[in-house]
């Protein structure tokens, strides 16, 4: 990826001027209330720790729903996942990515089974200064056949694994147990933060089409044209991303509208929430807007767990939020259908615009 290709520069045009400011960061929450001691149990929710004060709960489901509807964004400290897990599988996606492109092509993904490598050139993206690779939680994972609204049938896609490292896949089954547990213990702190009960929203994740993304931003010799990924929203549930201490990320403020940097703190993860959550909210909490910058001396790696629902899963606003007064302003759409829909436009780069929530608007 070391030349720029004439492509990649005209497809930039469309770019907005990158500004940034340096501000405040998103709010920094801190975990530490709940067991450290957890279950094993990954689908059932962590039990906040017995004879903790109240308060110091209320304090917690408070901060998070500040977090929630005033940015969208926080980072989150002393969340019980092992430092030796994030490590072990860090390492492992930096060797993975080190090895020559015709290596990672090896697990190439296709338009059949989404899981696997791609670099710009492979996907026609000439848009996104990265390379990627992606791997489901669930394995195989149960995802609809075709994204056409009215076949039902569902297939399974598996995992592609590398040969190189050999430890890659124990690293990555580690990880993702982790990431799980701790997208479960947010989601009933959001759940309470709503004021539902705390296991109010985990019945839609039993068969969940959960995955990981490894994402390498290789140094761009034209970081003040290029992108490492465009201005979007995540579509899912939740995202808990560990980024690396270059950084790159950045959140466009409610308040302003103005792109705000994620500042690199270490051993934290950074969550936000998804379309799914803006819909179940009712739009109490929304999506927010977030791009990643690239620069000419280092590369970045970066690792989002997009926590996302069963396909089955017909996402509307939750009825206990909504009110004659405060009517659904969704209609229910189906997840499954709205991930195939996705993920084939990001296949296949149609021109068309790709799936939105808001065409399930009200
Ligand atoms: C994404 C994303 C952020 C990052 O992959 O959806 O927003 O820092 N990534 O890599
Ligand atoms: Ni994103």
Redesign the pocket.
């Known amino acids: 990826m070391g030349e720029v290709d004439p492509a990649f520069i005209q497809a930039l045009e469309h770019r907005p001027k990158l500004s940034t400011i340096e501000a405040q960061g998103i709010p920094v929450i801190d975990l530490s209330i709940f067991d450290s001691n957890e279950s094993s149990n990954l689908s059932s929710i962590q039990p906040l720790k017995a004879g903790v004060e109240g308060r110091q709960r209320v304090n917690l489901v408070e901060e998070i729903g500040e977090a929630c509807k005033n940015w969208g964004f926080f980072q989150v400290i002393n969340h019980g996942v092992p430092l030796e897990t994030r490590e072990k599988f860090e390492s492992a996606a930096r060797k993975f990515f080190a090895q020559s492109t015709e290596e990672k092509r090896k697990v190439r993904r296709d338009e059949v089974n989404p899981q696997g490598y791609y670099d710009t050139e492979l996907t026609k993206n000439v848009r996104d200064w990265k390379e990627v690779f992606d791997l489901t939680v669930k394995n195989p994972a149960v995802i609809p056949a075709s994204y056409q609204p009215g076949d039902r049938e569902v297939r399974e896609s598996v995992n592609r694994w590398p040969e190189y490292p050999p430890e890659f896949r124990e690293a990555f089954e580690e990880y993702a147990t982790e990431m799980e547990k701790l997208s479960h213990k947010l989601l009933g702190l959001i759940s309470l933060s709503l004021g539902l009960p705390e296991n109010r929203l985990s019945g839609f994740f039993n068969d969940h089409i959960s995955f990981i993304?490894l994402?390498h931003?290789p140094p761009c010799p034209i970081p003040h044209q290029a992108l490492?990924?465009g201005r979007?929203k995540?579509g899912g549930a939740l995202?808990v991303?560990a980024?690396d201490e270059v950084g790159?990320?950045e959140v466009k403020r409610k308040t302003d509208e103005e792109w705000v940097r994620v500042k690199p703190t270490p051993d934290a993860y950074i969550v936000n929430v998804g379309d799914i959550v803006q819909v179940w909210s009712n739009e109490k909490y929304e999506s927010v807007e977030?791009r990643?910058t690239v620069n000419s001396e280092r590369e970045r790696f970066?690792i989002?767990f997009f926590f996302n629902p069963d396909h089955h899963v017909m996402v509307e606003p939750l009825e206990e939020l909504t009110t004659e007064q405060n009517p659904p302003k969704y209609r229910a759409y189906n997840w499954g259908k709205f991930f195939a829909t996705r993920r084939r436009s990001n296949f296949k780069k149609l021109d068309v615009e790709n799936i939105q929530i808001s065409h399930f608007k009200i």
């Open positions: 993304r994402n931003y490492g990924v979007h995540d995202t991303l980024q790159g990320l977030h990643v970066s989002p």
